[in-house]
């Protein structure tokens, strides 16, 4: 069912604007009645922030902004769901158009810049599915709004406001698309607003319990800058962190030029390469203090398998589907225990990490 769901909808998809096409995916998802996945086989099953996760492959952030389809994406078989990024008050983002799909290289630059329903709307979508006791590792990603006087009071807001349906929360200060939202990620700003999130989760913890708290960084960062960030993220016990957001780089190897000229952020196959090995630098650098989600260009088993292997406990996808379909979620699965019975392992703990010390030895991607 899946497959000819992937093989009637996708080429439809294609021939649509990709900001149509993301929302016709989404209403899909909402009214077609679509199997449940089979049940995991408990060595997919991973304990990490507390939490534990049937499987380790989640949908990231940006693909479910409102949290209109978390009960269809669940049980397509995906381990986890994190929606947003949810602002505090509603606004429109960027102009259209703002999403560009790079056909020949499997990619998408987009600069969406933070549109969202607000948190009055979607706090009442999760607040529905928690009254009707809905299961699931469910995150929310935050971020602050364009015009706010004091970008980091939105965040500890949104602490405040999600504590009680959120699994974990993700501080979003990578993405390119809001004017200097990247400065957060600068060590004065990022210790204080880390400081200020953390104090907001435990006033909150009061009424809530405890909610992991993650940081999702750029991949463009320095390695000087990397430094600061995983030691500032280390000195306040953050529980994790995503490696990690679009990049604003353009890989020589594109072959969509006229397009690569887009403003925004790209994400896809060809951010794979430099996610990874920032995944990786991130890894030797967090010295086991807290796992890590690595995101960008996972579009395959192989591509999860190298994400677990330089450093990744937990994987993410989003531009594969747009190629791929979401039959690519079972196939990944599929591929990550076939691996474990070649390496005759367990779990896949064992894998976390292996390749991180070669990968950060290696020549820098291009």
């Keep these: 069912m899946i497959g000819l769901f992937d093989r009637l909808s996708l080429p439809l998809l294609r021939t649509l604007d990709p900001e149509d096409a993301h929302r016709l995916a989404i209403k899909a998802l909402r009214y077609v009645p679509l199997p449940r996945a089979e049940p995991d086989d408990e060595r997919l099953a991973v304990r990490a922030f507390g939490l534990n996760f049937p499987n380790p492959v989640g949908i990231a952030a940006g693909f479910d902004k409102n949290a209109q389809a978390v009960e269809p994406l669940l049980r397509l078989g995906f381990g986890f769901v994190e929606i947003g990024t949810v602002t505090p008050q509603r606004q429109p983002g960027n102009p259209r158009p703002r999403l560009f799909r790079l056909d020949a290289d499997d990619g998408v630059i987009n600069r969406l810049g933070f549109n969202s329903d607000g948190s009055e709307a979607v706090l009442a979508r999760l607040a529905a599915r928690a009254r009707m006791g809905s299961g699931g590792v469910v995150g929310v990603n935050i971020g602050a709004n364009r015009d706010a006087p004091d970008r980091m009071a939105d965040y500890v807001q949104l602490i405040e406001s999600f504590a009680l349906v959120a699994s974990y929360f993700t501080i979003n200060v990578s993405s390119p698309n809001t004017p200097a939202l990247r400065d957060l990620q600068q060590a004065r700003a990022l210790d204080e607003l880390l400081a200020r999130t953390l104090d907001a989760r435990e006033r909150a913890s009061l009424r809530a319990g405890h909610t992991p708290v993650l940081l999702k960084i750029a991949p463009d960062l320095t390695l000087a800058d990397l430094d600061d960030v995983v030691g500032i993220a280390r000195k306040h016990r953050v529980d994790g962190m995503i490696v990690g957001n679009t990049t604003v780089s353009r890989p020589s190897a594109l072959r969509e030029r006229e397009k690569a000229r887009e403003t925004g952020g790209l994400s896809g196959r060809p951010l794979f390469k430099l996610a ?23 579009d395959s088993g192989a591509t999860a398998i190298a994400k677990m292997k330089a450093g990744a406990t937990l994987v993410q996808l989003y531009t594969g589907l747009v190629f791929k379909g979401i039959g690519l979620v079972a196939e990944i699965k599929g591929d990550l225990l076939a691996a474990l019975r070649r390496g005759h392992r367990d779990s896949l703990a064992s894998m976390v990490g292996s390749d991180a010390a070669s990968i950060t030895a290696e020549s820098w991607p291009s």
Excluded at 283 to 295: K, T
């Design 276 to 298: 990874t090995r920032m995944l990786a630098e991130t890894f030797v650098r967090a010295e086991g203090a807290f796992p890590l989600i690595g995101a960008g260009g996972v």
